[in-house]
């Protein structure tokens, strides 16, 4: 797990449109999203969100980098049109390097069957039960300084447990 504070080593990542991102980024506090699998509902349900208040987040300084740990033609087919960039880390090599888990208690929670009832219900029931996924992920969310130092992150506890909108513009604002 990493700490506030600590400092990650550059890396380019390849987004499912095929252009390069530099994590972290040399003119922007990133925010390192990690999202479950492809079609996981409450992951789109979030993410619509996060879409629909991008051009705020990005005033605030903040650039949006997401990661799945599904296949790039999975990703394709369900975030396709988010207006960030989306990683497919299939082989969760960037989920182990942070410490990003997954448990049965993450869909077992009370707080993620709801979240995932409103998610399936927006998403009209779409990708609940993408084969060869891990539907038991964990999310996490970092905010990484251009210097690679840690500004703030959450390991979230359960499938619905990741920062809000307003969570993370008031951590980029500090």
Known sequence: ?????????TRTLTTIDGT?????????VVH?????FAGCPICSLH????????QEIADAGV???VLFHSSADQLREYQADLPFAVVADPDRLVYTEFGVGSSLAAVLHPGAFAAAVRGLRHT????????GED???KPAD??????????ARKYGAHADDQWSVDDLLALAAR
């Open 1 to 9: 797990m990493l700490d506030i504070g600590d400092t990650i080593a």
């Open 20 to 28: 390069d991102v530099a994590v972290p980024a040399a003119d922007s």
């Open 32 to 36: 390192l999203q990690f999202r479950r």
């Open 47 to 54: 993410l619509r969100e996060v879409a629909r208040r991008h």
């Open 63 to 65: 650039r949006e980098v």
């Open 124 to 131: 009209g029931f779409k990708g609940a039960l993408s084969p």
């Open 135 to 137: 539907h038991a992920g």
């Open 142 to 151: 970092f905010l990484i300084d251009p210097d690679g130092t840690v500004r």
